[in-house]
């Protein structure tokens, strides 16, 4: 039940594309929903975070879509760049999940130019 | 005005020999993690400190040891190294913990190659 399940695995994408990750939850005390973007030999950086009270949240060419019957949200990236590729994370965390944030297992996009 | 920093970036080291990664945050953040990152980029809590105090205990070998000084401070010692601790080790912490609003930064992550 604490787990975010993401899919796919790896995503390649044209220039000027739509990327599009998908995430899944059980647990519905979950209330806060980041998505976290990694460059190779980074660390994971906060890209873009969504409360269920609202169903979409955009920040540029970013946007969160949230669907809270189906315990689902998504990451779209409109006109995907090169610059985009990265591995990305969806996660979920808040109600008894206590001080746990629970990541998916990650998503590696590559935008081909 | 790194704010999670780690050392070392790379260790490479023999089976069997014990090592340390340290870190350190300069955000003022009381909650302090370790994740494991293996080679699929799969991303597993070791351990959380909130308070210099110990909160999130996963099933993690007990050759796996965090101390925590200061709440600034949370360092990991791995004793007896094996080939399956190969692995990318990244630090992190944050602020509003178990408010679900967290925000966690990272650090820049050990590359720890057990040969």
């Known amino acids: 039940q604490q787990q975010v399940k993401q899919s796919p695995q790896s995503l390649i994408v044209q220039k000027g594309g739509i990327s599009i990750i998908n995430c899944a939850y059980e647990?519905?005390?979950?209330?806060?929903f980041p998505w976290y973007q990694q460059f190779p030999g980074k660390g994971p950086a906060l890209l873009i975070a969504i409360r269920p009270d609202v169903s979409e949240k955009k920040e540029g060419r970013f946007t969160i879509s949230f669907n809270k019957s189906a315990k689902q949200f998504s990451l779209h990236i409109m006109d995907s760049q090169p610059g985009d590729s990265a591995t990305y994370f969806c996660?979920?965390?808040?109600?008894?999940?206590?001080?746990?944030?629970?990541f998916g297992a990650g998503t590696r996009l590559f935008v081909k130019a | 005005d790194t704010a999670v920093s780690q050392t070392p970036k790379y260790l490479v080291t023999q089976m069997g020999n014990d090592k340390s990664i340290k870190c350190e945050q300069n955000l003022g953040h009381d909650t302090m993690y370790w994740y494991k990152q293996d080679s699929k980029k799969f991303l597993k809590i070791m351990f959380s400190?909130?308070?210099?105090?110990?909160?999130i205990n996963e099933t993690v070998p007990n050759r796996f040891s965090p101390k925590s000084p200061d709440k600034a401070h949370l360092n990991l010692h791995i004793n007896s190294l094996e080939l399956g601790d190969s692995a990318v080790y990244f630090c992190?912490?944050?602020?509003?913990?178990?408010?679900?609003?967290?925000?966690?930064?990272f650090g820049p992550g050990t590359r720890l190659l057990v040969l």
């Open positions: 647990n519905t005390a979950f209330d806060y």
């Open positions: 400190y909130n308070n210099k105090e110990l909160i």
């Open positions: 992190a912490s944050s602020h509003l913990a178990g408010t679900g609003q967290e925000t966690q930064y």
């Open positions: 996660a979920a965390s808040g109600g008894t999940g206590g001080f746990k944030t629970i």
